[in-house]
């Protein structure tokens, strides 16, 4: 499968810990993006990369969180202490060019803080 | 500021029948790119269809449609012939293209239900 895939699917945890969401992205895409879609809601920008440099943080994206891609492949969403607010699904996408094409989403990673 | 705005939270269809679902964008970006994606229950965003600003035809793909009014700063989704896989949630979403940055806004949803 050349999609864009995400790890892990779900995770459970419990408030106060720290959880990573990783993206695979389609291989020859140098832009990803991170996104959160709280439920019955539409997904919200979080942040973006062009190869390993990371180029817009939403204000959306508070201190706790951290994503990197330091190689220009994948990347990694962090959240650190988390809060029952942040239960969401967090959704990666990828794509060759800025102004062309769509965004190629994987299935997200869904995260619960009890 | 970039707005996206579908105003249907939940939509019916009859399996068979076309439907229409609405979108309305702002931006002061003269080029944009208009864009529908699906997410079914599983989760993933599927790309359905796109209509760049200058675009002078509505855009098809299969039985989607995109029904673009930009006077009107609209663009309507019409799906044809719905099938009982239709039932999932839409998204219509926007590109400023002067940003350069290629993310996507998108508004609220419309969940859509096709009756058998």
């Known amino acids: 499968d050349t999609g864009v895939s995400q790890d892990p699917r779900h995770k459970i945890t419990k408030r106060g810990q720290n959880v990573t969401f990783r993206c695979d992205p389609i291989?020859?895409?140098?832009?990803l993006y991170w996104y959160r879609q709280t439920l019955g809601q539409g997904p919200e920008f979080l942040t973006y990369?062009?190869?390993?440099?990371?180029?817009?943080k939403s204000r959306l994206l508070s201190d706790r969180f951290s994503a990197e891609r330091p190689k220009g492949s994948f990347s990694t969403l962090e959240i650190q202490r988390t809060e029952q607010g942040d239960s969401a699904m967090y959704l990666c996408?990828?794509?060759?060019?800025?102004?062309?094409?769509?965004?190629?989403f994987g299935e997200g990673s869904r995260l619960t803080v009890l | 500021a970039q707005k996206i705005t579908q105003t249907q939270p939940g939509m019916f269809v009859q399996e068979k029948e076309a439907v229409t679902l609405d979108c309305t964008y702002d931006?002061?970006?003269?080029?944009?790119?208009l864009f529908w994606y699906k997410q079914p229950s599983s989760g993933e965003m599927i790309f359905l269809i796109y209509?760049?600003?200058?675009?002078?035809q509505n855009a098809t793909e299969g039985r989607y449609s995109l029904n673009f009014q930009k006077a009107r700063k609209s663009a309507n989704l019409v799906i044809s012939a719905s099938q009982l896989g239709d039932s999932a949630m839409y998204f219509c979403?926007?590109?400023?293209?002067?940003?350069?940055?290629?993310?996507?806004?998108f508004g609220q949803g419309t969940t859509l239900q096709v009756k058998p």
């Open positions: 996408a990828s794509k060759r060019e800025a102004n062309t094409g769509e965004l190629f």
């Open positions: 291989s020859e895409h140098n832009r």
């Open positions: 990369f062009q190869n390993e440099a990371q180029l817009e």
């Open positions: 931006t002061s970006d003269p080029s944009y790119g």
């Open positions: 209509q760049g600003s200058y675009d002078q």
């Open positions: 979403a926007m590109r400023e293209q002067n940003s350069n940055t290629g993310k996507l806004i």
